[in-house]
């Protein structure tokens, strides 16, 4: 599961790449006895590659049948959030909020910015505790594991278990105003200032870069 590379060896047998110990490490996991051969990729962390009509494969029906008595689960209800924002897995676009953000009330700011730029709001395992968003928001080893285009980081120092979460990202952004914050070892691009002077600048930055376009 949450496999970020897929490819096959010379001797045919699947090979998947998946990272342990909190996205510190990667291994490398084959099947060589035991068929099919599964894999679970993490979303949007593999490119979307062009058919290629010259290769050919074949389907094998199976008849798969499971004597109900023996499953141990059961879902008893299916619950949808009523919300009609982006998943966070499937965003590409992430603005998160973390101890930085000092209250529920003060994500307003990073609302704002997303709505500008059309991305979802993440936060960070320490936010959520407080409190002050959803358990569905929040981006970690113990929330959703998120690759977007785009990752802006408003007041998350960078715990590993939020590293492991949002390390795939493709371009990471961190605001924070303590300039020996973890997550600036993980960014591409490190703002060390006040998220509350920054995030309002970059709002009205984007809208003007959004008009002309």
Known sequence: TDCTGLSIGDDGVLVAKRPVYAGKAYIEVTCPTARPQMAQVRPNVLPVVQPDGSKKGSSV???ARI????????????????????DLTEAEIIVSGGRGMKGAENFKVLEELAEVIKATVGASRAA???GWRDHGDQVGQ???????????ACGISGAIQHLAGMGSSKVIVAINKDPDAPIFQKADYGIVEDLFKVVPVLKE????LLSES
């Open 61 to 63: 029906r199976v008849d």
């Open 142 to 152: 113990t929330g959703k594991v998120v690759t977007p285009n785009l990752y802006i």
């Open 205 to 208: 930055e984007f809208k003007k």
């Open 67 to 86: 004597d109900p008595a023996s499953l141990r689960t059961a879902v008893l209800e299916v619950v949808k959030s009523a919300a009609a924002k982006v």
């Open 128 to 130: 959520v505790d407080s």
